[in-house]
């Protein structure tokens, strides 16, 4: 097959357009996974009826945290498929498999119905998100990397994150307005699955924005699109940087899944807290984290990564802790707003900065691959467990505050991967096709 020119590669028509059509996937996405974490309480007592309220969330957190484990099989599965046969492609893939779990978990009878039957159907269903979710957030990321003009590519990979934000915001609203009109038992009872069908109802649209995406010029360039074999030796070849991708990426997973996933579960059961204060904390927080993710993207594109990656992390490690220790004391709606716009600066910032980094330093033949696995395996040991790991935490120790320990775990982390990776003034060194040695790019912008 004779390979384009590049005079002969199409460019991207509209930037915008790409965007938008891009992000849409991780849109339902992240609307599934708000919901799943906001109704913990309510998939609980449908799926997982037990007489000890504590142990039924922890089962349906089990649960969602069963699902990321399928993130790295994804990751590799479906990274491989998409460095190989193309970005567009292969996230229309990631979109189908996506709503069939999402679908699963908005349609499956309660355990009154059907017996121990609800509960695999729904961890099927998790199963199948995270197989998706698995390279979805890489394959967008990678897709907006190579049509972010130059200079710009920490802002334009900003919006992966983005989109969840707006996911977020939109989960938020429709479930403020089911608690306002409908009573708890009423959602207990059923309620609580509209806003999952509502997620099911835009699906149709969401394959619509897909299936018109553009294949990316830097794909089209590539002389050689690697078998799975050759993808796994790079994996392989590679290994180092994606262990310290995960590293770095876990700072971002974790306070991203403790301010939205948990938020609302930790102000309610936790802080006995109303709904509708938890939500709105919510809602507030997905606005703040829309504004600082293009800042924090910016202002690495502007200064370089490593400033930012660094200055956030120590923040985030030395204030976790503390700041919860304050909420606790005597929680209330607004020291926990505080306390979560905090945290939601630390995570917007340094996820500004941490995409467009682990993008950069990934080999450019396997870039899905890599960056997805790195993700998926920092979602699946950290991010994702962050429910269950703070509900054990406080169970365990008495201490309300005690998810902050987890949350300085898990900066400390991010804080070492940034020193590893970004030491000096290049990028870490991967290993490409021929066995040469690459350096990565200078990491003062893009």
Partial sequence: MTQATHQDVPQIKSRLGAILRTTSGNFLE?????????YASSISKAFFPTEDEVVGLMLTFTTFWLGALMRPVGAVVLGAYIDKIGRRKGLIVTLGIMAVGTVLIAICPDYATIGVLAP?????GRLLQGFSAGVELGGVSVYLFEIAKPGQRGFYTSFQSGSQQIAILVASVIGYALAQYMHPDGIAAGGWRIPFLIGCAIIPLIFFLRRTLEETPAFLKQKHHPAFSETMAAIMAN????ILGMLLTSMTTVTFYFITVYTPTFGKNVLKLTEAESLAVTMLVAISNFIWLPIGGTVSDRIGRKPVLVTIAALAFVSAYPVLTWLVADPSFNKMLMVELL?????GFYNGAMVVT????????VRTTCFSLAFALAAALFGTFTPLMSTMLISATGDRASPGYWLMAAAGAGLFATLVILRGSRGMSTVEPDGSVHRGPHVTGS
């Fill in 343 to 347: 945290f939601s600066f630390y995570f």
């Fill in 358 to 365: 682990l993008t950069e330093v990934v080999p450019a033949h």
């Fill in 30 to 38: 992240q609307f599934d996974f708000f919901l799943f974490g906001f």
């Fill in 120 to 124: 695999i159907i729904v961890l099927l």
């Fill in 239 to 242: 290994w180092k940087i994606v």
